[in-house]
């Protein structure tokens, strides 16, 4: 059974557009959510992440929205910028246990 | 410099050979992981290591074995390779169990 399911696999946009990446999940013991980015042969990077304390957290042009009744949450990538072309994964984690990864969804920032 | 290291980068061995993969931290880092990453398939978790000969399956561990004999060492062997453990292995750590991860820069593994 699949954890964390991530929508879309693949994801093109203009740049200066906003991005949005989503992601959903089953445990609801879970209790921290991070995204990471990963660039073509490089390793996987934590971008930002979210604890359900709170629906939202900022970093710049990166946003997380949480819903923690719909047990979804997604990242908004605004002004989006070709250099933010990468893979991007979300996670979860249920306390002091294993990360659960989602397939990932490759983002294409068009100029 | 704080940074998890992996040797080797690239490796290309022959079915039914035995293979190790390395993994360093210089952090002092309790926590240590194996992944593999699979186009498609995001990262799954071979093994995780809580501390010293502290090891404890993860979502994918048949043919594969760890092994971690000082904090700053993880290590993964196949033994027998196979063809479908070709696959980049990414190697992790973090200060603890609920901490953040940081990830190696992988070993692109290639059966034959």
């Known amino acids: 059974q699949q954890q964390v399911r991530q929508s879309p696999q693949s994801l093109t946009v203009w740049e200066g557009e906003t991005a949005i990446l989503n992601c959903s999940y089953e445990d609801s013991t879970f209790d921290y959510f991070p995204w990471y980015h990963q660039f073509p042969g490089e390793s996987p990077a934590l971008l930002i992440a979210?604890?359900?304390?709170?629906n939202k957290k900022e970093d710049g042009r990166f946003t997380i929205f949480f819903n923690k009744r719909e047990k979804k949450f997604s990242l908004h990538i605004a002004d989006s910028q070709p250099g933010d072309s990468a893979t991007y994964f979300c996670?979860?984690?249920?306390?002091?246990?294993?990360?659960?990864f989602g397939k990932g969804t490759s983002l294409t920032v068009i100029p | 410099d704080m940074k998890v290291t992996q040797m080797p980068r690239y490796l290309i061995k022959r079915m039914g050979e035995n293979v190790l993969l390395e993994c360093g931290q210089d952090m002092s880092h309790e926590t240590m992981y194996w992944y593999r990453q699979d186009p498609g398939l995001g990262l799954q978790l071979i093994y995780i290591s809580y501390d010293v000969d502290s090891n404890s399956e993860g979502d994918i561990p048949k043919g594969y074995r760890v092994s971690r004999k000082k904090r700053e060492h993880f290590s993964l062997i196949l033994d027998s390779a196979k063809t479908n453990q070709t696959s980049v292995y990414f190697c992790a750590s973090s200060l603890s169990g609920f901490a953040e991860q940081f990830f190696g820069p992988g070993t692109r593994l290639t059966v034959l």
């Open positions: 996670a979860a984690r249920p306390g002091y246990q294993n990360f659960y």
């Open positions: 979210i604890r359900p304390v709170s």
